[in-house]
């Protein structure tokens, strides 16, 4: 995309608010207008009032001065309350836009992206963009209005110097189309050395434990350190050549001064010119130079403002849209699962799993076993259409999941993860993601399934009591137990337990173990299993290897006919604490 592109893009973005941006235009008209009142006030008192000697005059040219300057700030402070909401409009919608094009992208894109990118995107970015048409308005289109209405008066007053005060401004243009050019490259350096620099810090703030427990604080010291030299370079690179643009487009508005003064000066000596049109003339020349000398720095956002333009356009624009709503929507599921040859890799040159076959009748309990990088959990990704394999079929009651809808599959399935992530907030808000009307009765309803009632009424405020970002205020059993009652209050009809006992002490664990049981009732249910107790009530239990299935039966079936599931539990991978 072209800085052309994203401007076009950005134009036909703002006709949103096209009111608010037209009542910012008129406000700026009338504005500029009431500039051109003094000049000729100036002229007034010079070639009139003071050789004439009109006291009354006095009153009368200084009143109108006066008027003039109040209507300009009283226009000037309503266009500032305008422009402050037309900016915060266009940021909101922008963002929000933004936001729901990343929630709704799939788990591949996410797989090649930073954390620290994507909030660059909607911290950074965003009003970056913005301000392209909040200065194109607010400034460019002003500047530009009073460079034509000061140049109109000129011409009219004495078409001579009007004509020494323009010469310089071809230059002036020719100067701002070269500057566009040259610093567009080193805008986008900078905005991507930002990027980087936010990914550093997010994951230091992020891994914070990690890196204090491993004593690793000078080691992402040094990390940072070369992330934000990088933006220095780059930033740097970016100022040099506004420190060129600018002086030298400076200098070319002096030059024509220069000439004005020169001129003009000869004219009045010859009797060809009064005072007080010379007089005007300089107020105007300051008044045609100033907006110029603003067109400069508006040029400089709209440099910085389209380098970030095509960043987030570049994500609005993707294709890769994960669709929630076509397919056939589920009904009455009763939980029958079947998977036929399927075959995936999170990349195409490297399979993941390979032809994996197996069937689960509804209300079974299925657990899955084996080394770390088997697959397992890849199963999970699967079954929730998080990626779609691209050999074999996966069936819900007979019904490929590949004609299921999104939205209707991922709603009558549960899925508890390894690590129980919580958003920060309340308990009450982290329940209710899994329903949103749910009534205070029903959250503890939940909560006492997953025998986490009991530390939600100790906590400070109950329901309403604040978890931490990522629920770092509570254990991790606690955390564990609140995912669990998640998954009760969703009360979906088939269930993922993705190693929900791992990491957790042996209290805890025996809470999580009573939850999973009640848990498991009535429902189709699939387990990957770290601990020996999660899995000896399983109806059956497949043992992978490499991405395949390599025996499958009951925990006394495998124990007493299959070598690698008896290492495996020799070697405490599915041993009990």
Known sequence: MTHSDALRRLVAFGR???????????????????????????????????????????????????????????????????????????????????HRKIAHLPLR???????????????????????????????????????????????????????????????????????????????????????????????????????????????RQAQFAMASDDLKKRQTHLMAAWAFYAPSMTLLG????????????????????????????????????????????VNQTLMNGLAAAKRVFAILDHED??????????????????????SFGYREDREILHGITFHVLPKQTVAFVGATGSGKSTLFQLLTRFYDPPKGVITLDGMPLGDVSKASLRQAVGYVTQEAFLFAGTVRENLRIAREEASDEALWRALRLACAEDFVRAMPGGLDA??????????????????????????????????????????????????LDTLRKDRTCFVIAHRLATITGADVIHVMQHG??????????????????????????LASS
């Not at 669709?323 to 040859?341: I, N, P, Q, W, Y």
């Not at 925990?555 to 405490?572: I, K, P, T």
């Open 109 to 219: 894109w996410f797989d090649h992206q930073t954390t620290g990118d994507v909030m660059t995107h909607l911290a950074d970015d965003v009003p970056a963009t913005q301000r392209v048409i909040l200065e194109g308005i607010e400034q460019g289109a002003t500047a530009v209005l009073q460079i034509v209405l000061t140049g109109i008066v000129m011409l009219v007053v004495d078409m001579r110097l009007a004509l020494i005060v323009l010469a310089p401004t071809p230059l002036i243009a020719a100067g701002g189309w070269i500057y566009s050019r040259w610093v567009s490259p080193r805008s986008t350096a900078a905005r991507e050395a930002t990027s980087r620099l936010n990914d550093t810090l997010h994951d230091t703030i992020t891994g914070i434990r990690q890196v204090k427990s491993f004593t690793a604080e000078e080691a």
């Open 16 to 98: 949103g608010h096209w009111r608010m941006a037209a009542g910012q235009l008129a406000l700026a008209v009338a504005g500029t207008l009431l500039i051109l009142v003094f000049p000729g006030v100036v002229r007034w008192f010079m070639d009139d009032i003071i050789p004439s000697k009109k006291v009354d005059g006095i009153w009368q040219a200084g009143l109108l001065a006066l008027g003039a300057f109040t209507v300009r700030e009283a226009l000037f402070y309503a266009r500032t309350r305008l422009n402050c909401a037309f900016e915060q409009a266009m940021i909101t919608d922008l963002r929000g836009q933004l």
């Open 321 to 342: 849209v994960e669709d929630l709503a076509s397919g056939h929507e589920l009904r009455d599921v009763r939980g029958e699962v079947e998977f036929r040859e399927v």
């Open 254 to 297: 002096n030059a024509g001064l220069i000439l004005l003064l020169m001129a003009g000066a000869v004219w009045c000596i010859r009797g060809e010119m009064s005072p007080g049109q010379l007089m005007q003339f300089i107020l105007l020349v300051g008044f045609l130079y100033e907006p110029i000398a603003r067109l400069h720095g």
């Open 548 to 573: 395949r299935i390599i025996a499958s039966g009951t925990h006394e079936q495998l124990q007493a006919q299959n070598g690698y599931y008896r290492e495996l539990v020799a070697h405490s991978a």
């Open 466 to 515: 604040e978890v931490g970002e990522r629920g770092v205020l509570l254990s991790g059993g606690e955390r564990q137990r609140l995912a669990m009652a998640r998954a009760f209050l969703k009360d979906a009809p088939v269930l993922l337990l993705d190693e929900a006992t791992s990491a957790v002490d042996a209290k805890s664990e025996h809470l999580i173990q009573q939850a």
